[in-house]
């Protein structure tokens, strides 16, 4: 790791911190739980979950799910959705939100499904997509897609950001 690549985590180990805490606080509000389902994330969003004090209040559990049968015994992704749309797809992170948010019976999940790097990119879904999806409440979960520039460090990062500024936009809209 360069040292611009340190400074670039220094940066994003703050600027999540910051997230984290915002995130706590309306989870707190309105006692309500999240779980996280991650694949390339490697378990990023739990670990900066769980960095905050009192976390169990309100973090329920997390689930790296980074192999295919993982997802599928662990968050009940249908392995045929897996096999149409590819594991970093939008149908495969919406299952799995939906799936962490019914096993943990959480309020809130947010799942992960991307290609970090440096290999495994495609024409298609090249080095640096991330799908991210997000089921709060009742709602029908929703998913956006992402493409990050960087090395494998930096796409995995900006994966986390993002997914926690989804999570806060959706957790204050409901």
């Not at 309105?30 to 694949?39: G, Q, R």
Request: overall charge neutral; charged content about 15%; some cysteine.
């Amino acid at each position: 790791m360069s040292s611009r690549d340190s400074i670039t985590s220094a940066a994003a180990i703050n600027a999540s911190a910051d997230l984290v805490r915002e995130l706590a606080d309306l989870l707190v509000s309105k006692n309500w739980t999240i779980t996280t389902a991650e694949s390339c994330t490697g378990g990023l969003i739990a670990a900066s979950l769980t960095d905050v004090a009192g976390s169990s209040a309100w973090f329920n559990q997390g689930v790296v799910s980074y192999a295919n049968n993982a997802k599928v015994k662990l968050l009940g992704v249908d392995e045929t959705v897996i096999v149409q749309h590819g594991a970093v797809s939008e149908a495969v992170v919406l299952a799995m939100a939906a799936g962490a948010q019914r096993k943990a019976g959480a309020d809130v999940a947010v799942s992960v499904s991307g290609i970090a790097g440096p290999g495994g990119g495609t024409p298609d879904k090249p080095v640096g997509t991330v799908w991210v999806a997000w089921a709060v409440g009742k709602a029908a979960p929703d998913a956006l897609c992402y493409q990050f520039d960087g090395n494998r460090t930096a796409v995995r990062e900006l994966a986390l950001m993002e997914a926690l500024r989804g999570t806060i936009q959706r957790v204050k809209s409901v």
